[in-house]
């Protein structure tokens, strides 16, 4: 009796997390975040990947945006 190969690239994901968070809340592009800021591009991705500044979050598939209340709070 043969037995299954396993997949060895098999991931057990899980069921997917909502986010809470409110639905009118804004996401602002790179230059707004740098406006409101006085940060520009390079401090704010190079903040972002030490922790010290809000995740980007992906609102497209080549778009990535900050929300509005993060920055702001920041």
């Known amino acids: 009796m043969k037995s299954k190969p396993k997949n060895q690239f098999a991931f057990n994901l899980g069921s ?12 602002l592009r790179l230059r707004q975040v740098s406006q409101l800021t006085g940060l520009g591009r390079s401090m704010i991705y190079q903040m972002q ?9 992906k609102l497209g598939e080549r778009a990535v945006g900050w929300l509005e209340s993060e920055v702001r709070n920041w």
Request: no cysteine.
């Open 16 to 27: 997917p997390v909502k986010l809470l968070r409110d639905p009118n809340e804004r996401a």
């Open 49 to 57: 990947a030490e922790g010290r500044f809000p995740q980007r979050i």
